[in-house]
């Protein structure tokens, strides 16, 4: 496709369950980035990847949070036994540049909308 | 830790009025800032990208400055129009920690018709 990809848009489950979340970059773009936007605020940094390799997972809030990017191409992330404080709007962002050249702009996907019942 | 500001919060305007949003952030050591708007429901749309070493970056109606010395950066919009309804954010990339974009909350922006 043209632009960032993320699936579900729209994603509900009980608390305790296991979610996963998936992001399709844009075509040939090496970094992807996580974010997490809470109702009414700006995005916070989750975590990145360059190709395969997660770079900086430092914005992860708990252990209970994992992503992956195996083929550097789609990536999923997972959260596990989830809890209320979770609800929230999860973006994912993919950017041509390579790592060292910060001068790219990062192109956002509509992310998924998260409700933890 | 890079903190970023947007004031107003919230903004209501006229059709055709001119209108300026300000976003601030406390370390200016950051390779660029970046300019989003972000419809209800919907992902974040890159409307203008500055760099460090750059003073502004024009789109269309809109107008992006940068003073880096002085951690501010303004979104001017020109003839604003209904269409122009939506939250705008601004990010900067820090130099420390530059894998990330660091977010202010946001200007929810009304266009009265």
């Known amino acids: 496709g043209a632009g960032v990809s993320q699936s579900p848009r729209y994603k509900v489950a009980k608390r305790g369950q296991d979610v996963a979340l998936r992001c399709d970059p844009i075509?040939?773009?090496?970094?992807l980035f996580w974010y997490q936007q809470a109702l009414g605020q700006g995005p916070e940094f989750l975590t990145y990847f360059q190709n395969e390799a997660q770079l900086d997972k430092s914005g992860l809030p708990s252990d209970r949070f994992f992503a992956e990017r195996p083929e550097g191409s789609v990536s999923t992330l997972k959260i596990q036994r989830t809890q209320q404080e979770d609800s929230a709007v999860y973006l994912c962002?993919?950017?041509?540049?390579?790592?060292?050249?910060?001068?790219?702009?990062?192109?956002f996907g509509d992310g998924t909308r998260l409700s933890i019942l | 830790k890079q903190e970023v500001t947007q004031i107003p919060a919230a903004l209501s305007v006229p059709e055709g009025e001119n209108l300026v949003l300000n976003c601030s952030f406390t370390d200016s050591a950051i390779y660029n800032l970046q300019w989003f708007r972000q419809d209800p429901g919907k992902g974040l749309t890159s409307l203008l990208l500055i760099q460090s070493s750059q003073r502004e970056q024009t789109s269309g109606r809109l107008n992006a400055s940068l003073d880096k010395s002085s951690g501010r950066s303004t979104l001017y919009i020109a003839a604003s129009q209904p269409g122009d309804s939506a939250t705008y954010l601004c990010?900067?990339?820090?130099?420390?920690?530059?894998?990330?974009?660091?977010f202010g909350a946001g200007t929810i922006l009304r266009v009265k018709s």
């Open positions: 075509s040939g773009h090496v970094s």
């Open positions: 962002a993919s950017s041509p540049e390579a790592t060292g050249f910060f001068n790219q702009p990062q192109h």
């Open positions: 990010a900067v990339r820090p130099v420390s920690g530059g894998n990330k974009l660091v």
